[in-house]
């Protein structure tokens, strides 16, 4: 069993940048991947980036060259910097696990709008 617990979202202009933190409450050295979804009102939930367990990060191509994922073992956390903000990066993004099931954070809000 894995929780994850989203934080860094908020409201941001374009151009803007902001980070997102994904804390897990176990370690996640042993995680086969950690990744980030969103979805915006009215849409459905497309996924964004992910990171595997060897380091290895794929991103959706609406955020290549934007955005990074990262992780910090000894923190137990996964980040998402965000970078270059269109209004279309609104949603709420939401953070998952792919362990021995699939787990999901509650998400965090994040607005870009002049």
């Given at each position: 069993q894995v929780q994850l617990v989203e934080s860094g979202g908020g409201l941001v202009q374009p151009g803007g940048s902001l980070r997102l933190s994904c804390a897990a409450s176990r370690s996640i050295?042993?995680?086969n991947a950690m990744g980030w979804y969103r979805q915006a009102p009215g849409k459905q939930r497309e996924w964004v980036?992910?990171?595997t367990s060897g380091g290895i990060a794929?991103?959706?191509?609406?955020?290549?060259?934007?955005?990074t994922i990262s992780r910090d073992n000894a923190?137990?956390?996964?980040?998402?910097?965000?970078n270059s903000l269109k209004p279309e990066d609104t949603a709420v993004y939401y953070c998952n696990a792919l362990a021995r099931d699939t787990y999901w954070g509650q998400g965090t809000q994040v607005t870009v709008s002049s």
């Open positions: 050295f042993s995680i980036a992910f990171i794929n991103y959706a191509n609406f955020v290549k060259g934007r955005f923190k137990n956390t996964v980040y998402l910097q965000m």
